[in-house]
């Protein structure tokens, strides 16, 4: 799950950077931008997605779909069980995030569902069977600028 991984360094930042403008482009193009070899590129990427420090995925712009709903749920908790609370709400249909937090809310949880109805469905329904919840909060998104995330 988690990966606690020594610092980046200057080069692994550029891979970084490179592949967050175009996802697609070839270790071949981004060694030559940099000034290394593909090789280089490829070990350093693929050592970075084993340590789980990188992942290159397909993002969809929320609010470009005709359909959906995306919210974040803060969450308080019953005692002090953040990482088997985290863990089992990261398994949910439609959750996108799980965040043990600072403030007023233990966890904050960012979903994407399909409708008002999955919604309340998931506040309801799937937050009580995970148990030691006391409260929530419900934060409906209703635009954004650069918010990018999985569709699942």
Not at 5 to 32: C, H, T, V
Not at 36 to 45: A, E
Not at 47 to 53: G, S, T, Y
Request: charge should be positive.
């Amino acid at each position: 799950m988690r990966s606690k991984r020594s610092a980046m360094d200057e080069l692994d930042r550029k891979i970084i950077a490179e592949l967050q403008r175009n996802g697609r482009e070839s270790y071949k193009e981004i060694a030559r931008k940099l000034d290394v070899s593909d090789g280089t590129v490829r070990s350093r990427t693929e050592q970075m997605m084993r340590e789980n420090v990188l992942r290159i995925t397909a993002s969809v712009n929320p609010f470009a779909l005709e359909t959906g709903i995306t919210a974040l749920v803060g969450m308080q908790l019953a005692k002090r069980t953040h990482m088997s609370t985290m863990e089992r709400i990261s398994q949910l249909k439609g959750v996108i995030s799980v965040c043990n937090a600072t403030g007023r809310y233990d966890l904050l949880v960012e979903v994407f569902l399909e409708s008002r109805k999955e919604l309340n469905r998931f506040l309801i329904e799937d937050l009580s069977r995970i148990g030691g919840i006391n409260s929530t909060e419900t934060f409906i998104y209703l635009d954004a600028i650069n918010k990018w995330m999985q569709f699942s």
